[in-house]
Every structure is written in structure tokens, then in C-alpha cells.
């Protein structure tokens, strides 16, 4: 497991809250001066810890007022079906995560579309088409409590 001091974990946990924030308050929040700070955010930049930063949209603002969690199953994994439809995925602007599974399902996805008559297309006539698409289970998503949110920290610390 990677080492991260208590001004890093400081860091990470602030940004993840509030990624905009100027260095020379960041430093001062955790507790730095402004160079070492740098340094640091500079450091955990090229190690890959901070992947990069990005604004947060609100999906209902932008139209999109049915989101739901989509499980499938494959026919098979011996043959190229997996690939295409990863492949697949990856060029639909619905789906905006994807992971692979264990379990009854092979993969699960985080569609967000319009309306339910959108989800009743993008699932029967897109997803359900795909080369080795054995079945589909839709999940819809009635209230987001939590999330997406932060990478917990708490193990670091210890």
C-alpha cells in the first residue's frame, strides 16, 4: 500500500471536495507553505494519485431525467464477445461508467438518459442487439443518496 503523510491525506481530502482551490490556500489549509505544497501536488500529479480535475454536471439540469444501473449477462466468453461489446460500450454516450463483474452478471453499467421512452431504446434496440448479449436487468435509480463522491481516506491515516 502506498505511504502518504498526514499533510498529503490532508491534500487529497481537501481536493477532493473542492479541486479549484489555488495552491497558496491549499497550502495554508494543510498547513504548508505555499513551495512544499506545490511540490507535493506536483509529486502526487506525476504518480498518478490525482488522475486530473473535472467539473461536476448536474444531469437533471442537463435533461437527463432517468438514470439507471443496467446489468448483462453475455453468451460466452471463449468467443470475441466480450471485446465487442466493450467496444461497444466505450462509443455510447449513455453509459457513463462501466465495470466488469462477478456474479450472475458480467458487466454493469450507469446509463443516464432522458426519458424512459429513451431507456426503452437505448436498451431494446442498442444494448439487447449487440453481438452476445445474452440478457439485460434494468435497476432504476429512484433517489441519489450519496455519490458520486469521494475516495475514502480513512485506511491511510492509519
Do not use: Y
Not at 437527463?64 to 448483462?72: D, N, S
Not at 429513451?118 to 439487447?128: D, G
Not at 442487439?129 to 481516506?153: E, F, S, Y
Amino acid at each position: 500500500m502506498p505511504q502518504f503523510d498526514a499533510f498529503e491525506i490532508k491534500m487529497l481530502d481537501t481536493l477532493q471536495h473542492d479541486g479549484r482551490k489555488p495552491i497558496s490556500e491549499l497550502a495554508q489549509e494543510i498547513g504548508l507553505s505555499t513551495t512544499p505544497c506545490a511540490r507535493r501536488f506536483e509529486a502526487l500529479q506525476r504518480s498518478g494519485v490525482i488522475k486530473g480535475f473535472s467539473a461536476q454536471l448536474s444531469r437533471r439540469a442537463l435533461g437527463l431525467a432517468v438514470e439507471v444501473f443496467v446489468q448483462v449477462r453475455l453468451t460466452s466468453h471463449s468467443d470475441e464477445s466480450p471485446e465487442i461489446f466493450i467496444n461497444a460500450v466505450q462509443r455510447m454516450d449513455e453509459v457513463s461508467a462501466c465495470w466488469t463483474m462477478t456474479g450472475d452478471h458480467d458487466f454493469l453499467l450507469h446509463v443516464m438518459v432522458p426519458s424512459v421512452d429513451e431507456l426503452n431504446t437505448f436498451v431494446m434496440h442498442r444494448l439487447m442487439r449487440l453481438k452476445g448479449v445474452r440478457d439485460v436487468h434494468t435497476q432504476l435509480v429512484l433517489q441519489n443518496i450519496k455519490g458520486p463522491g469521494h475516495v475514502p481516506l480513512g485506511h491511510l491515516r492509519g
